[in-house]
Nanobody, 129 residues
Framework: QAQLVESGGGLVQPGGSLRLSCAAS????????IGWFRQAPGKEREGVAC????????NVLGSVKGRFTISRDSAKNTVYLQMNNLKPEDTAVYYC??????????????????????WGKGTPVTVSS
């Protein structure tokens, strides 16, 4: 069964770091653009970062620019979200997605123009002292 599985979440103090992983089974992540979304309690879901299937395009949300980095490891069929200098407002459940809506050079942090092909079940991140 094709699925995405996130891992790496947890409790971290402000200023700390976490690396989230998004692993695929049943399909090849390199064939898809990958996105990371998050949803905090009582707030709407928002796109955080994405990477194109060819790996040449990345985008990040303005509020995490300079702190979050998205990357691929094709050999491990995994995409990572490195999160540094975490802040309490980064607390949320983080989800990864996979889609083939656009060309290999594009990626999306929004579902406005179409749904994602796959969603993971999420991994919680709590930033608190």
């Amino acid at each position: 069964q094709a699925q995405l599985v996130e891992s790496g979440g947890g409790l971290v103090q402000p200023g700390g770091s976490l690396r989230l992983s998004c692993a695929a089974s049943g399909f090849t992540l390199d064939d898809y653009a990958i996105g990371w979304f998050r949803q905090a309690p009582g707030k709407e879901r928002e796109g955080v970062a994405c990477i194109s299937s060819d790996g040449g395009t990345t985008n990040v949300l303005g509020s995490v620019k300079g702190r979050f980095t998205i990357s691929r490891d094709s050999a491990k069929n995994t995409v990572y979200l490195q999160m540094n200098n975490l802040k309490p407002e980064d607390t949320a459940v983080y989800y990864c997605t996979a889609d083939q809506l656009g060309p290999p050079t594009s990626c999306r942090m929004s579902v406005v123009f179409g749904g994602m092909d796959y969603w993971g079940k999420g991994t919680p991140v709590t930033v608190s002292s």
